[in-house]
């Protein structure tokens, strides 16, 4: 089923599409998937609307023609795509049920599930994806489960930044604990250690005299098992983030997202986009970030190799380390059963577990939107373009033709991201280097289902640790290429606030 773009009418196209078409000849490489004719539709559909009295065409429909139209309740997620032709939908099952497995440590008689470890985090994707939506900090007197703590330390001479620089590694890992902080082992294994979050309250007062608190968060580790961590490893807290249309932008072409780019702020409007370029882990080819707090996987597949790995311990062909992120120091992991058995193969999660997986993370539909015509969502609608978060959270992509997935082809799709990389300034800063993200910057997070958090997951913690509790909070938090349109909701009066709030709890 093909997503149809609405028609163009030849005043709009004349006026914005042709002098679109006309600037991208001349400044950035075309489309290669797209004819002429419908070159000039893309660009006319996908070009900033300044009519803000009722919807744009489609807009309800998030994903395009994959959208879920399904009751929007807690279950909202974990939908497939609308357009999963019958024959698929077997293979979308099965791969929920891999993302839910409980993996069990080894031996086990259980043997199509072993191998966990044997340092882990979860022992299940869906443990930290609960519902297949974002995680969150844990709650006074709770241990963490679907936030952990990332380890790097940055590159010590010339060689080790060059191979950052080449791409053969995003940063070094301590040199003990290595990549992750893992607080969960086997039986018979000491966990790494356990997060410790304290927080500081601090009070932003808003134009109007609402005064709204920020707790500003910090991160320590206790009961360290192995030995103190590196003097220059640095910290850095992430939760588990939404699953939802991850195919979708995969989908997007790279000169799409590259066209947005403004590594230099050449047009001075303060905002400096930046492409992660990162290696592919089955090819070794370099190309475009797309996932991850900081754009850190090229493919839906390497993030899902990579959580298998580094999350439950358990590898697979992409990443076929049976000891998970266990280092040399410690003895007593690499002393440890794995899951790997002969007949089977070198991985413990064989194929096609990780296609599966894939698939159906892939796949998962985006929801539609709510009340994408009400006069107060339209209000704020027009408020969030006006105070400038446009400039990162870009509404609108049409996908490629070409899409390996033909269910993600040529779809006008809502994510509200440019997919690059921003400094968000040294409040949310992290210190910690991935690939050709600094400790200051963070790709932009997609929007869409963001208005559903509380009704998918019964809570509302936003950005990379959870920090902020509130949309209110997670605006207030941006700094650096995002303080213009922090201020400046700020500056509105509570209505208007109000109805900006309302607009991104449609999306």
Partial sequence: MQFLLPPIRKPFFFAGAACLVASMALAEPLRDDLTEKDLSRVLAVTAPTTDFTRPEPFEAMSGGATTSVSKADSGAFSHPSTTMPLERKQDFKLGNALFQKLWVSSPSSTQASDGLGP????????TCHVKDGRGRPPLAGEDAVSLFLRLARPARNEAERQAIASHQVLNFPDETYGR??????ISGLAA????????TEEPVQLAD??????????????????????????LS?????PTLGLGLIEAIAEVDILAKADPDD?????IAGRPAWVKDHRTGEVKLGRFGWKAQNASVRDQSASAFSHDIGISTPDAPNAYGDCTDVQKDCLAMPTGVQARLGPAEAPDPVLDLVTFYTENLAVPRRRNVDDPMVLQGKQLFYASGCTACHTP??????NAANPMHSFQLIWPYSDFLLHDMGEGLADGQQVGEASGRQWRTQPLWGIGLTQKVNGNGFYLHDGRARSLTEAILWHGGEGQKARDAFAALQKSDRQALLAFLESL
């Fill in 119 to 126: 340092l882990f985090n979860a022992r299940s994707c869906q």
């Fill in 180 to 185: 992750q902080l893992q607080n969960l082992a």
């Fill in 192 to 199: 790494e250690g356990k997060p410790v979050i304290a927080y």
């Fill in 209 to 234: 005299g609402e005064v709204v608190m920020l707790r500003k968060p910090d991160y320590a580790v206790a009961n360290l098992q192995y030995g103190p961590l590196g003097a220059d490893t640095t």
């Fill in 237 to 241: 807290a992430r939760i588990a983030m």
């Fill in 266 to 270: 050449n047009n001075g409007d303060g």
């Fill in 396 to 401: 609108k992509f049409v996908t490629r033709r």
